[in-house]
């Protein structure tokens, strides 16, 4: 063997072992601990639907979850408008794969707090995320922010807010922000003639982001969820 | 007056074309609702192909509540021809069939002939919208059962609870029947000159045509009439079905996005039944009775 | 006491001057003959007389009170047939009598309506709607909504038409029985001036819009005065010596046949000078009636 060789290849492995240790990052793990007691859960919250071409009002919805990584979002009767795929992006699903590798970022400061961020790289292929940045309070182990890119469905940034349930790692809060698609019917389809400022509506309207709130009122904790509500 | 009336409506559902519009409805909406039993989701998939890109849309969106919108998007532009056949009807074809001297010849003014004869006209209108109602609401909503209202304008996509949209279909209906009944005065304005049938039919026709046509284009030159043009208004009903927002973009229950919109639109459509109702009196006055 | 009275009413259609300053009465219990060759404004007066049209000058009054300002009051005392009987053809015969009977403040009861049918001769066609009625059934119909309300005034304009001569007599003999019998008032007009002549009492000849002749039947048939048919070998010859003698005052413009309005008295002298001028006579014939009187007179003016 080349002595050159052997060493590129040594020096490749110690480099790489560096950041597989950040798998198992103790902040990491505090979080994952702290979501580790929280088998299922029903929450009753109240969703916002904030997209600038959307009208919509307050509904009461009901989330359920599952460990690992079953989550449904159900509106109390209704119709409902939920980012496509970024619901089902919360750190329990995130997390409870444990089939990533986690890279320091530094600190950032954001709503008054110091943040300790990790990028998540996932490392199995058939997880449909490729990769999420996560703003964590290295005190509390409580994630406040998470940035995830998906394969098929874009960009989500869903930011969490905490109360009661803190200690669980269970938000009171939950934003999800995303870009939104130009929306445009045509008049053909809508038989909505002769607005003579449709153009300007229409330009209020464009390339904006979309957020859709959920603020939890109530949590019914480790009560057992059937599989049949997913 | 009463007599006129009950005589008048007696005509008018004993005579066999009086029933073609019925059919006429009957036949489109269930149509229609076939169809979109059938092969709703590729509609309805394709309405929201803006959306689905970037949000997954849950619940029963083709439901009652938004096939009778689409329905009443279609029919509230056909159904005033169809109210045109016998409001254009109501003089001129008395004087075609010969029956009108017998008419003025008893004891009633002219006036009240001509009031009772529209007012029972009208009424026709109205069981003719109570039937679209039945079938386009009511049978909607049988068949397709009820949800929120998730309606996708041309540039923005309201979503009402569904507690909060019957009564607005019940303010939309009654704004409905003030514009059939414009286009019932104006028929009956074209019948009072007309001693045949065809021309106030066909005049009625066109005028809906050519005024709607002016209302919908977006030519400057247009706009200082557009605001004074009946058609401009007989839309208006769909204004019912846009909320308010809050600061928040949070849509307001209960609310209508421009309240001011539809009562000037009554008021126009108002003001356009009682001009031409007694443009109509004041000819049939003043006409010789000649047939 | 006039149940109508006309003073002075003249009708102008633009330049046309269908009905030119006519006047006018007719008495309580008349049967009033209204006659004139077509266009010259019995339907004018006619649709006048109901306030169909209105007219250009002039007054009617009908039972004392103003057509114009009491239209209501009089019109619900008048029953009228006006030119052909237009009806609802998806109606029965019998519906049509129960949807006028709702336009007169009289309670027309439901037996009223049958004797209505009855008197008309449609019991039987009661319920068969008016599209399958011949024209005279059509007109019995007519006749009955005019007689419906029992009206004080009967316009009938035109009411044998289209009639069978026993439909015609039916007509006649109710017309009759009206009058006499429940003491109506009728205004009738019809072109079949036998017709007239046997119903009317009085008659008023209307020409171009202009009253020619108005007044009892009686008195305006001339008793001295006889209409004179006369038939020859040789009608152009005939002719041709009456034009040059001295009865060619009498000759009356007829499309067919010689025909005189000739003094009783002279009508042998009228054999005479023709035998005279070698014109083969084959027969002379003489009557005295309303055709010819109305002839007579619309032939003069022409």
């Known amino acids: 063997m080349n002595f050159k060789k052997a060493g590129t290849i040594i020096f490749a492995m110690l480099f790489i072992s560096q950041y597989c240790i950040a798998q198992n990052d103790p902040l990491i793990e505090k979080v994952s601990q702290k979501l580790a007691l929280v088998d299922d859960y029903v929450a009753e919250g109240v969703m916002k639907t904030n997209v600038s071409f959307i009208k919509a009002s307050l509904g009461k919805v009901k989330v359920y979850f599952k460990k690992p990584n079953l989550l449904k979002v159900k509106k109390e009767g209704g119709i409902s408008l939920l980012p496509k795929g970024g619901v089902s992006l919360t750190i329990n699903s995130l997390l409870n794969t444990k089939q990533y590798i986690a890279l320091p970022m530094g600190v950032q400061q954001f709503n008054g707090k110091t943040l300790t961020v990790l990028k998540l790289v996932p490392t199995d292929e058939k997880l449909d995320w490729v990769i999420s940045t996560l703003w964590i309070d290295p005190a509390t182990a409580l994630v406040y922010k998470t940035f995830t890119t998906t394969k098929d469905n874009g960009s989500y940034e869903i930011t969490m807010e905490y109360g009661t349930y ?50 939890y009122t109530n949590y019914i904790i480790n009560k057992g969820v059937s599989n049949s509500m997913f | 007056m009463r007599s006129i009336i009950s005589f008048e409506l007696y005509k008018i559902f004993r005579r066999p074309r009086t029933y073609i519009a019925f059919g006429a409805i009957a036949a489109l909406i269930i149509v229609i609702q076939f169809g979109l039993k059938v092969d709703g989701k590729s509609y309805a998939d394709f309405l929201m192909k803006d959306i689905k890109d970037t949000l997954s849309v849950d619940g029963n969106v083709l439901n009652g509540y938004l096939i009778c919108y689409i329905l009443l998007q279609l029919l509230l532009v056909h159904v005033p021809l169809l109210v045109a056949l016998i409001a254009a009807d109501m003089i001129s074809g008395e004087a075609n069939l010969g029956t009108l001297r017998l008419l003025f010849s008893t004891p009633f003014t002219r006036t009240q002939w001509v009031l009772g004869k529209f007012i029972a006209a009208s009424i026709y209108t109205i069981v003719l919208l109570i039937w679209l109602a039945f079938l386009a609401l009511f049978l ?15 540039n923005y996509v309201v979503l009402i609870e569904k507690g909060d949209v019957l009564w607005r279909y019940v303010g939309a209906f009654v704004f409905a029947s003030f514009a059939l009944l414009t286009v019932t005065s104006l028929g009956f304005l074209m019948s009072s000159i007309a001693n045949n049938s065809i021309g106030p039919i066909v005049g009625t026709m066109s005028a809906i045509v050519f005024f709607t046509i002016l209302s919908t284009l977006n030519i400057p030159l247009f706009s200082v009439i557009k605001p004074y043009l009946f058609t401009t208004h007989m839309n208006n009903w769909k204004e019912f079905f846009d909320i308010q927002v809050n600061d928040n973009n949070e849509a307001i229950k209960g609310s209508i996005l421009n309240i001011a919109k539809i009562k000037t639109s009554l008021i ?19 006409k010789d009775i000649l047939s | 006491m006039s149940v109508i009275k006309v003073n002075n009413v003249s009708k102008h259609f633009g330049s046309l001057k269908a009905v030119d300053e006519l006047s006018f009465e007719v008495q309580a219990g008349q049967v009033f003959g209204f006659l004139g060759q077509n266009g010259s404004g019995k339907s004018t007066t006619i649709r006048m007389l109901l306030s169909l049209i209105h007219p250009t000058s002039g007054s009617i009054e009908i039972f004392g009170n103003s057509i114009q300002s009491n239209r209501n009051k009089v019109l619900e005392e008048i029953g009228a047939i006006i030119e052909r009987p237009d009806l609802y053809p998806y109606l029965s015969a019998k519906e049509h009598l129960q949807l006028f009977a709702k336009l007169r403040s009289k309670k027309i009861t439901p037996s009223s309506i049958e004797d209505t049918l009855k008197k008309v001769g449609l019991k039987d066609r009661a319920k068969d709607k008016v599209k399958t009625f011949s024209l ?21 304009d035109e009411p044998t038409n289209g009639l069978d001569p026993q439909g015609i007599s039916d007509i006649r003999n109710l017309i009759q029985q009206l009058a006499k019998e429940e003491g109506k008032t009728i205004l009738v007009s019809s072109h079949i001036l036998s017709e007239i002549e046997q119903m009317a009492s009085h008659i008023l000849i209307l020409n171009k819009g202009k009253k020619i ?65 070698g014109v083969g006579l084959v027969s002379v014939e003489s009557k005295n009636s309303l055709e010819d009187y109305f ?8």
């Open chain 3, 213 to 277: 002749a108005d007044g009892p039947i009686q008195s305006l048939l001339d008793p001295n005065k006889m209409v004179v048919h006369i038939t020859t070998t040789n009608d152009e010859q005939a002719i041709q010596v009456i034009l040059a003698g001295s009865f060619s005052n009498y000759l009356l413009k007829r499309k067919e046949g010689i025909y005189l309005s000739i003094p009783h008295f002279e009508i042998p002298l009228l054999n005479q000078f023709l035998i005279n001028a």
């Open chain 1, 166 to 215: 803190a200690n669980l790692g269970l938000p009171s809060k939950i934003i999800f922000a995303f870009n939104t698609k130009d929306y445009k019917l045509p008049n053909g389809i809508t038989l909505e003639f002769g607005d003579d400022d449709a153009a300007a509506k229409q330009n209020a309207l464009r390339n904006k982001k979309g957020t859709i709130e959920i603020t």
């Open chain 3, 136 to 156: 005279g059934m059509k007109q019995r119909l007519g006749i009955g909504i005019a007689l419906l309300h029992n009206p004080s005034l009967i316009i009938l």
């Open chain 3, 295 to 302: 002839l007579q007179l619309t032939s003069n003016l022409n």
């Open chain 2, 268 to 286: 126009v459509l108002s003001a356009h039944i009682v001009l031409f109702v007694g443009a109509a009196v004041l000819i049939t006055k003043k």
């Open chain 2, 140 to 154: 909607s909503m049988w068949v397709f059962g009820t949800d929120d209202l998730f309606l996708m304008k041309s």
